[in-house]
């Protein structure tokens, strides 16, 4: 057990990615493999104040908000703040034409104003235990146990699987409110044991309003030079003992661990930062076929969104009620569409793809050296490059669904109901409760829902799923697909409908369960999904090899680069990056300032761009430049800054900090010149987007009137 284990501790730590600053690193880790480069480049934290299992650490004021952003903790009454895109999808559910939080913003001026979010949670990272050593111990003793059976792996497998179960269970039971997973890393080479707890009772606390939380909207998006106030305030509160418990007005702001400090000091070019968050994916250890594969399948999504996007747009710029409606959907959908739009430009532009066969080439040549790499590693990236040939017609028409008619939202709407439907009879409802279960089920998602547009949407989505599908993935509704008429069909599904509207599902469900279960939507659906079974069916049968091989590519990579430090690709976990503020120069001749100020939201201001008007307190300010104790030492107002730290999405609304740990900012974008990031960083090009906390508490305090809020925090200065 010592020795492999061992052996993958060594792989795991000495392997490494030679460029400075690159990197999402394991927590864990820190001590062994960057605490020396931190300290040299100016961290005065041991890696014990980062993360600890015994004692409070940074890692305690570190959290998962919702299901894909970071947030941290800045107050010991459980303040929070992460981006205002990511408190987006919230602001936008409590908001109606009366009340347009995010439109006009809101501060509540006491806790009474706290708004409660249904749904929203908190999750804390509680520990993280490599359990790779064990569980490849228990594999290999199972094969030897087994080596007679013909389906010896099956059955090893199997017994991993229940001791991972196991472990789950055991870890749930000595951690009382807490959850644990097993995640893997190095495409399936370690695994990690982490324990969570998460709280549900999260409370909204304030933003600025769209026109500074999302200055700039979709044509500043994923670009510098950069004036986005992106941020957004909420509050974590817990039962009396400080444990998670469901919304209740008898709850209290829980009491952290421990919390962030905030730096008023600013930061200089060349000035140590570091970023702890929740990056989502990264592709780094993909090869030169699948990442052909990935950006084949960007041309599918974009013109669909492109598509969607448009619709959306006339209706929203049409009537302010409907942009609020669809606010979120859109910003969700328009953030994917130029990230790979960008992705694919700059794949062009840094020839992403023959720099991975380069590296595959000197990979394979150093596998061919010995007889021994040969065995293990010779025929991994042919046999990816197989699976990828395999899969790619399967997948490219599964994007196309996806990203066409599945975005029907009457489909979504009759699909979960149905779907709820099911489950409520499965759990031995009757009809009728049934029915009404899946009604409340769904109920809620009307309030943002409108027919029109939707309708709308749907022809032109059939439309372009017809253009596009291929003669297998022609939908069966009953007559000639090529050639149907796609708005008559979808002017009948519409008018007959009982999706349309939540009354006329109210009414169908109290006085004609038959219109129901009769549903024009529902036969659509039944057409989609046998297409969309199919398409599964054959992408997952290359699974396994795919993982399979990915895991001895990978494992071979480790080998190779042996005596170098390595992390893992992002998968939602917490990780650690570090690095410096630092300008760029984009293209000959240009360089960009690694920050921003005031004067470049007056320049940009345009009073007939929705995305770019300035609210006219903010001007006020500006001229009068009050700026209370935030602004920097030459009197001007900071926005944002740049830095080069190794992030990606999901670490939205992270901490940035300085060498004391303390909180100088928010990461909340990348930039345009390096958004091929996810599969290779870019140390000349990639930098990291942050929101200065300056601004942050300038914009709480002297915009907001919120003041009392800063009150709460620990300033430094
Ligand atoms: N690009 C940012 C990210 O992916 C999201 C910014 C949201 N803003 C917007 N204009 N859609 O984290």
């Given at each position: 057990m010592k020795k492999i284990f061992c052996l993958f501790l060594s792989l795991a730590v000495l392997f490494t990615s030679a460029r400075a600053d690159e990197g999402m690193w394991l927590l864990p880790l820190i001590q062994k493999m960057n605490a020396k480069t931190m300290k040299d480049m100016g961290c005065k934290l041991t890696p014990e104040e980062i993360y600890s299992i015994n004692n409070s650490s940074l890692k305690d004021a570190v959290v998962q908000f919702g299901g894909g952003c970071t947030g941290e903790i800045i107050s010991a009454e459980g303040l929070l703040v992460t981006n205002h895109h990511c408190g987006y999808s919230s602001i936008q559910k409590l908001s109606s034409e009366d009340h347009n939080y995010l439109e006009d913003g809101y501060w509540a001026m006491e806790s009474s104003e706290e708004i409660p979010v249904p749904g929203l949670t908190v999750t804390f990272l509680q520990k993280m235990t490599d359990v790779t050593g064990m569980l490849s111990k228990l594999r290999k003793e199972s094969l030897k146990q087994y080596k007679d059976s013909t389906n010896k792996i099956e059955l090893a497998d199997s017994v991993v699987e229940a001791e991972r179960k196991n472990l789950v269970e055991q870890a749930?039971?000595?951690?009382?409110?807490?959850?644990?997973?097993?995640?893997?890393?190095?495409?399936?080479?370690?695994?990690?044991l982490i324990i969570y707890k998460k709280y549900k009772d999260v409370r909204f606390v304030g933003a600025p309003p769209a026109s500074i939380g999302k200055f700039g909207g979709e044509t500043d998006n994923w670009m510098w030079p950069r004036h986005t106030g992106d941020f957004s305030m909420f509050r974590v509160y817990a039962g009396k003992d400080n444990e998670p418990a469901e919304y209740s007005v008898d709850n209290v702001p829980y009491k952290p661990k421990d919390h962030l400090k905030i730096s008023l000091n600013g930061v200089n070019n060349g000035d140590f930062t570091m970023i702890m968050g929740y990056p989502g994916r990264t592709q780094r250890f993909q090869t030169a076929s699948q990442l052909e594969e990935m950006i084949t399948v960007h041309d599918i999504r974009i013109a669909a969104r492109d598509l969607r996007q448009g619709i959306m747009l006339k209706f929203m710029e049409a009537d302010p009620a409907i942009r609020l409606k669809?606010?979120?959907?859109?910003?969700?959908?328009?953030?994917?569409?130029?990230?790979?739009?960008?992705?694919?430009?700059?794949?062009?532009?840094?020839?992403?793809?023959?720099?991975?066969?380069?590296?595959?080439?000197?990979?394979?040549?150093?596998?061919?050296?010995?007889?021994?790499?040969?065995?293990?590693?010779?025929?991994?990236?042919?046999?990816?490059?197989?699976?990828?040939?395999?899969?790619?017609?399967?997948?490219?028409?599964?994007?196309?669904?996806?990203?066409s008619i599945a975005n029907i939202e009457l489909i979504g709407l009759s699909s979960n109901f149905n779907g709820a439907f099911k489950k409520a009879v499965k759990n031995g409802q009757d009809t009728s409760a049934a029915l009404q279960t899946a009604y409340d089920a769904i109920k809620g998602y009307y309030k943002d829902y409108y027919e029109p547009l939707d309708r709308k949407e749907a022809s032109a989505l059939l439309s372009f799923y017809k253009d596009n599908a291929s003669p297998d993935c022609y939908l069966d509704l009953g007559g000639d697909f090529k050639n149907m008429d796609v708005d008559a069909y979808v002017k009948n599904m519409f008018d007959n409908s009982v999706f349309t509207s939540g009354q006329k599902l109210k009414n169908a469900i109290s006085e004609d369960n038959e219109k129901v279960f009769k549903d024009p939507a529902r036969d659509f659906i039944k057409a989609i999904i046998g297409i969309g079974m199919k398409l599964i069916m054959e992408e997952t049968a290359e699974d396994d090899t795919l993982q399979q091989n990915s895991r001895i590519y990978t494992a071979g990579l480790m080998e190779w680069n042996k005596g170098k430090k390595s992390y893992p690709d992002a998968n939602f976990t917490m990780r650690l990056t570090y690095g410096t503020v630092k300008p760029y120069s984009p293209k000959d001749a240009v360089t960009y300032r690694s920050y921003t100020t005031m004067k470049g939201i007056m320049e940009k201001e345009d009073s007939t761009n929705y995305e770019f008007k300035v609210p006219s307190k903010l001007k006020k300010l500006y001229e009068a430049k009050d700026f209370g104790q935030y602004a920097r030492k030459d009197g001007r107002m900071p926005i944002c800054f740049l830095t080069n730290n190794d992030i990606t999405g999901g670490n939205s609304g992270s901490p940035v900090m300085n060498g004391n740990g303390e909180l100088i900012g928010l990461a909340f974008d990348g930039n345009w010149e390096s958004m091929s990031s996810d599969v290779m960083f870019e140390p000349e090009l990639q930098r990291c987007i942050c929101v200065d906390i300056r601004y942050v508490l300038f914009l709480i305090d002297k915009y907001g009137g919120a003041g009392y809020l800063v009150k709460e925090m620990d300033l430094v200065q």
């Open positions: 749930e039971k000595d951690n009382e409110g807490c959850h644990a997973e097993i995640e893997q890393f190095y495409n399936g080479n370690v695994f990690y669809y606010a979120n959907k859109y910003a969700g959908s328009a953030n994917g569409y130029k990230k790979w739009i960008g992705e694919k430009k700059a794949f062009g532009n840094l020839g992403i793809i023959d720099e991975e066969k380069g590296k595959e080439a000197a990979f394979t040549k150093w596998v061919n050296a010995r007889k021994s790499r040969k065995e293990k590693y010779g025929q991994a990236l042919q046999n990816i490059s197989e699976s990828v040939d395999n899969s790619i017609a399967a997948e490219k028409s599964l994007v196309l669904l996806d990203e």
